[in-house]
């Protein structure tokens, strides 16, 4: 079993930043690819970014190439999400989740592990 928690949400204003952290449980964390997920008021969740097991490879949404960046410190069991230059249509709240691989996915359906969510809201 894994359990995620996020944290690091909040409100700011366009144009700024703020770092999302995901903390896993369980001996196997470091093992299995992860993923940040987002839902906005009336829209599906969409994804953000994933990163393989061991962090080699990434992959970001079209929509925050270049403002966000993914990664992970497996030592600390741990996922980040930079996000920069953050805009309103940004706002959502955002979701950790994990796989039971070690290999990527871009797909909503490819995790079975997930946090409780955190709220980002960007005012213009």
């Known amino acids: 079993q894994v359990q995620l928690v996020e944290s690091g949400g909040g409100s700011v204003q366009a144009g700024g930043s703020l770092r999302l952290s995901c903390a896993g449980s369980?001996?196997?964390?470091?093992?299995?690819?992860m993923g940040w997920f987002r839902q906005a008021p009336g829209k599906e969740r969409e994804f953000v970014a994933a990163?393989?097991?061991?962090?080699?490879?990434?992959y970001n949404a079209d929509s925050v190439k270049g403002r966000f960046t993914i990664s992970r410190d497996n030592a600390k069991n741990t996922m980040y999400l930079q996000m920069n230059s953050l805009k309103p249509e940004d706002t959502a709240v955002y979701y950790c989740?994990?796989?039971?691989?070690?290999?990527?996915?871009?797909?909503?359906?490819?995790?079975?592990?997930w946090g409780q969510g955190t709220q980002v809201t960007v005012s213009s």
């Open positions: 989740a994990a796989r039971d691989t070690g290999l990527a996915a871009t797909v909503l359906n490819g995790y079975f592990y």
């Open positions: 369980g001996r196997t964390f470091s093992n299995y690819a």
């Open positions: 990163i393989s097991w061991r962090g080699a490879a990434t």
